[in-house]
């Protein structure tokens, strides 16, 4: 299928069955770009986590590399954990979703991925909220001068969390969207997460598609005797629930129609980047449905 060009979506690629095995150094960074480029991405998605311990030359080789196979570097996923009590606490990660955007900015990036926080036993909803709106706003400054935006996703749980999302049900998370009016900030809508959160993900791409910037691709599928209910309680344990899988889109509990419908509506020209599959058989499939729905809805 031909790229398409003009006033259309792009679809991304990131290595979400990879992410721990690459970050701790079980797979090469390189080895995984040049594995994708036969999946035909039209850019990537990474997640700051594979920079830890690198120097800058490092990321300009990641950059080079990238753009020599066609794919660039679209994004950069960070997990900033803004729930904090601690105000010092706050202020170094408010520094370490600074150094993302310049990270992402040497990557040749325009957008960079930040999130709520921790969904803390004890937090008072309203004050976190302010949390979450002062770091991210304190953070804008640096993505105006690097020319990034920076995108906050409704989430679920990042990988290396014990607490699922502070923002993860859609009334906290408009909240905090409403909160910040900025030029350099806007949303990452994820359908699969609105569904874990219990919310309706066409709702919500509707309520936020005024400042919709970036889409994660993604499709869920429980384990047989598991309970979407079951997953939305704050489990306490690390990364994301075993009882939940990620698949191959198209196949799985999103409407994919529903949702191409609106963003055609909207005129979408932003990145729609696969986060699922746990093969690279199931990755070109989902790249290759994303195509397809483009070419249906895009032309």
């Given at each position: 299928m031909r790229q398409q060009t003009g006033m259309a979506p792009k679809i991304g690629l990131m290595p979400r069955c990879y992410l721990t095995d690459i970050a701790e150094g079980r797979m090469d960074l390189f080895a995984w770009l040049d594995d994708a480029a036969c999946l035909e991405p039209e850019g990537h998605e990474l997640h700051a986590a594979f920079f830890q311990g690198k120097d800058a030359a490092y990321a300009d080789r990641v950059r080079c590399h990238a753009e020599s196979l066609g794919t660039p570097v679209a994004s950069l996923c960070y997990a900033p954990d803004f729930t904090q009590p601690d105000p010092a606490a706050r202020r170094r990660e408010v520094q370490g979703q600074q150094e993302a955007i310049r990270l992402a900015a040497r990557l040749g990036a325009t957008?960079?991925?930040?999130?709520?926080?921790?969904?803390?036993?004890?937090?008072?909803?309203?004050?976190?909220?302010?949390?979450?709106?002062?770091?991210?706003?304190?953070?804008?400054?640096?993505?105006?001068?690097?020319?990034?935006?920076?995108?906050?996703?409704?989430?679920?749980?990042?990988?290396?969390?014990?607490?699922?999302?502070?923002?993860?049900?859609?009334?906290?998370?408009?909240?905090?969207?409403?909160?910040?009016?900025?030029?350099?900030?806007?949303?990452?809508?994820?359908?699969?997460?609105?569904?874990?959160?219990?919310?309706?993900?066409?709702?919500?791409?509707?309520?936020?598609?005024?400042?919709?910037?970036?889409?994660?691709?993604?499709?869920?599928?429980?384990?047989?005797?598991?309970?979407?209910?079951?997953?939305?309680?704050?489990?306490?344990?690390?990364?994301?629930?075993?009882?939940?899988?990620?698949?191959?889109?198209?196949?799985?509990?999103?409407?994919?129609?529903?949702?191409?419908?609106?963003?055609?509506?909207?005129?979408?020209?932003?990145?729609?980047?696969?986060?699922?599959?746990d093969t690279m058989e199931s990755m070109r499939n989902s790249i290759r449905f994303l195509k397809s729905m483009r070419a249906r809805y895009f032309g």
């Open positions: 957008l960079c991925r930040t999130l709520s926080g921790q969904r803390r036993e004890g937090l008072d909803t309203d004050e976190a909220v302010g949390w979450v709106a002062e770091c991210i706003e304190a953070s804008l400054p640096v993505a105006a001068e690097c020319g990034v935006k920076l995108v906050i996703e409704n989430h679920y749980k990042d990988a290396f969390w014990t607490y699922p999302e502070f923002a993860q049900k859609a009334d906290v998370f408009l909240r905090i969207v409403e909160r910040v009016r900025s030029p350099h900030f806007g949303v990452q809508f994820d359908p699969s997460n609105a569904i874990l959160a219990g919310d309706d993900p066409i709702a919500l791409l509707h309520a936020v598609k005024g400042r919709l910037v970036s889409m994660h691709a993604s499709d869920r599928f429980l384990e047989p005797g598991a309970s979407l209910d079951a997953l939305r309680q704050a489990d306490g344990t690390l990364g994301y629930s075993p009882k939940l899988r990620h698949g191959e889109i198209g196949k799985g509990l999103n409407d994919y129609p529903a949702i191409f419908t609106i963003l055609r509506d909207i005129r979408y020209q932003g990145w729609i980047t696969v986060e699922d599959g």
